[in-house]
């Protein structure tokens, strides 16, 4: 069956430190993969899409790595601050099949940047 | 530019009754999503929307319905509510195209007692 996992359910970091956050995801077909961040009690936010023929993709102190083969995201913080304490949650979007439309959603990965 | 915008933003039901929740997707989108968050849980896919017609459904009972209306918008009914039932229940609306991102609405808290 279709499966994607975050590989942790929380991480703590100290400020100016990387956060690595991981997404492994298995039997999907070639697809486009998105990083959301989420705060409690409210509506994931957007940050980054990647596409299978992409290998990474920068955002100010966010990075996003998408390897088809090992069917693995990284998702990178540079520099993190208290404000980037979230739980960030990666999403897979099919490109075909009976699953065309469904942008399904890992468990997510509460990240705590300590000062 | 307006966001996504849901209705109401808390809604208390008892067991057994319906709950209706609105959406209006962001100007120009013809795709509405909705999704359940159960409280500590993950989010889960209910139903896509696009230019009217139901194009796919999560593993959710028939009790969980809804509607796109011309305008785009879109409403989701939760009939014969059980108190698993209680969650935020969050919209997205997008354009229709592959991979394209999808814009979050900041959701309907129901609560079943």
């Known amino acids: 069956s279709q499966k994607i996992e975050q590989n942790s359910e929380a991480l703590n970091i100290q400020e100016g430190k990387t956060a690595t956050l991981t997404c492994n995801y298995t039997?999907?077909?070639?697809?486009?993969l998105q990083w959301y961040r989420q705060d409690p009690g409210r509506g994931p936010v957007f940050l980054l899409l990647?596409?299978?023929?992409?290998k990474e993709k920068r955002k100010e102190r966010l990075k996003v790595t998408f390897d088809t083969t090992l069917k693995q995201s990284l998702f990178h913080i540079t520099a993190s601050q208290p404000a980037d304490s979230a739980t960030y949650l990666c999403?897979?979007?099919?490109?075909?099949?009976?699953?065309?439309?469904?942008?399904?959603f890992g468990q997510g990965t509460i990240l705590t940047v300590h000062p | 530019e307006a966001g996504v915008t849901q209705s109401p933003t808390h809604l208390i039901k008892t067991r057994g009754q319906q709950a209706t929740l609105r959406c209006s997707p962001i100007?120009?989108?013809?795709?509405v999503y909705w999704y359940q968050q159960a409280l500590g849980l993950g989010l889960q896919f209910l139903l896509w929307?696009?230019?009217?017609?139901?194009?796919n459904r999560g593993n959710f009972p028939p009790r969980f319905s809804g509607r796109q209306f011309p305008n785009y918008s879109s409403e989701l009914n939760v009939n014969a509510l059980e108190l698993e039932d209680s969650a935020l229940y969050l919209c997205?609306?997008?354009?229709?195209?592959?991979?394209?991102?999808?814009?979050f609405g900041e959701g309907s808290w129901l609560t079943v007692v």
């Open positions: 997205a609306s997008s354009f229709l195209e592959r991979g394209n991102t999808i814009y």
């Open positions: 039997n999907y077909s070639p697809a486009y």
């Open positions: 990647i596409r299978e023929n992409e």
């Open positions: 999403a897979l979007r099919p490109t075909g099949g009976t699953s065309y439309g469904k942008l399904t």
């Open positions: 100007s120009g989108h013809t795709s």
């Open positions: 929307y696009d230019e009217g017609e139901e194009r």
